[in-house]
């Protein structure tokens, strides 16, 4: 898939600093890529009703890493997926009447858009499911062949009484559980709450999650070669498109804490058994956003979309500061008091840059930029850099510089706005 056109990113004075970040397997704030390089694989949308406050904060969450990443002189390369076939996309398209491809395409292209707006650094490689099937179908056979994947015999919905659906065998690998640390209790709770499928009969492990659903009727598929006709399960779509583009071992497997598990379970313990382990070394996830004390679902129909604000007349640079108000692991609501204060932020940081500058304000611009570093190096703490922000217009709207600046020594204080652009992504 074609990413949407990147931002420009001003290249800041001097360098960030090493950018420590909260690792779900561990609990612990470690450092995301010690190398000189970054691999990022965060996932992606399965367009239906996209894109939504929730989605829009999750992607911003690593924005704000890549941009701390670059600016700490590390090359990041960054793979985002679409699961643009799975089971609700197809629910949705059927329930309305449409082409489930068409679906897929239209909400890819609106959340394209919206993320532009939003100035989202694009991923290197934007990669659809359905563009990776003969991958994912390979992976699928490779983990029959070792044993770690077995198939059911043939449902009686099924197109073909050939072959059945091929489930992962969880006891094949030791490392399962690692990611989330959760119980088993809570994962057979989640398991039935996010897409698997615990009551269905003859698996071995309630938990074994799905590798290869054989055709339906009135469903797409494709030819899995000895594993027949059939389409992908999601965890391992995110495993093999991650792994083919970014390699065994990649630095940050990312996405909103609904996904700890099972998916990121899942495709961690995919890709182990693939690849050589670890699938990833950090893991970190995005909070929920929630409307009025729910947590914002296409299945709870409780959605602030991106798209309308921006019809509404919002701008985009608004709603990324109401978005970076929370620090990104927290769980918090979206509200239009939220939304005001953010235009209001915006509007007293852009009067602050137009007087800030000039001689001594060099000296105080530094020492912001110093600052917002060593907030955003401290696990993303955007609130942090909200904050010295603030603090910075507050005194620069009270002793503005003087009205002829010294040469060379403008009034609008252009390091600030460079600093806010490369690190925030706000224009000023
Ligand atoms: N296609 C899969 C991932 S492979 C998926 O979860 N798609 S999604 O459209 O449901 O979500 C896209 C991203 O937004 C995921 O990273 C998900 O964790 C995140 N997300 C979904 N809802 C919320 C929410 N309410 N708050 C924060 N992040 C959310
Ligand atoms: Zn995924």
Not at 1 to 26: F, I, K, N, Q, Y
Not at 191 to 206: M, N
Request: aromatic share 6%; charged share 20%.
């Amino acid at each position: 898939m074609r990413p949407w056109p990147a931002p420009a990113v001003p290249v800041l004075p001097g360098r960030g600093e090493p950018v420590l970040l909260h690792d779900t397997s561990t609990g612990a704030l470690v450092v995301a890529a010690p190398g000189p390089s970054a691999r990022l694989y965060v996932c992606g949308i399965t367009p239906y009703d996209a894109t939504h406050l929730g989605h829009a904060a999750t992607y911003l969450a690593f924005d704000l890493l890549q941009r701390a990443w670059r600016d700490a002189g590390l090359k990041v390369r960054y793979v985002q997926n679409v699961t643009d076939v799975d089971d609700p996309l197809l629910e949705r398209a059927t329930r309305d009447g449409v082409d489930w491809r068409e679906l897929a395409a239209s909400q890819v292209e609106l959340f394209a858009t919206d993320m532009e707006a939003l100035r989202l650094l694009p991923p290197a490689s934007w990669v659809g499911a359905v563009e990776a099937v003969p991958r994912i179908a390979a992976a699928v056979r490779a983990l029959v062949a070792r044993g770690a994947a077995y198939t059911l015999p043939p449902a009686p919905d099924q197109v073909s009484s050939a072959d059945g659906d091929v489930y992962a065998d969880l006891s094949a690998d030791p490392r399962f559980g690692s990611v989330s640390g959760l119980g088993r209790a809570t994962m057979l709770a989640l398991s039935a709450e996010r897409g698997g499928d615990p009551q269905r009969p003859g698996k071995r492990d309630p938990l074994d999650p799905l590798l290869w659903r054989a055709a339906r009727e009135g469903e797409p598929s494709w030819d899995g070669g000895t594993l027949g006709a059939g389409r992908p399960g999601w965890h391992v779509e995110c495993t093999v498109i991650a792994v083919d583009d970014l390699g065994s071992g990649f630095d940050v497997q990312g996405g909103g804490s609904d996904l700890v598990f099972p998916h990121h379970e899942m495709s961690a313990s995919h890709g182990g058994l693939l690849y050589s382990p670890p699938f990833a070394r950090v893991y970190a996830h995005a909070g929920m956003v929630g409307l009025d004390g729910e947590k914002m679902s296409k299945s709870k129909g409780n959605l602030v979309l991106v798209s309308k604000l921006r019809a509404a007349g919002v701008e985009p640079a608004a709603v990324r500061l109401a978005v970076l108000a929370h620090h990104y692991r927290s769980d918090w609501s979206w509200t239009e008091q939220g939304l005001d204060d953010a235009a209001a932020r915006l509007a007293r940081w852009r009067a602050a840059v137009a007087v800030g500058g000039g001689e001594p304000g060099r000296a105080a611009q530094e020492a912001v930029l110093a600052d917002l570093r060593s907030r955003l190096a401290d696990d993303l703490d955007a609130p942090g850099a909200l904050a010295v922000l603030d603090a910075w217009a507050a005194t620069a709207l009270a002793a503005p510089a003087p009205a002829v600046p010294s040469e060379g020594t403008g009034a609008r204080a252009d390091l600030v706005a460079d600093a806010v652009d490369a690190l925030l992504g706000v224009a000023l």
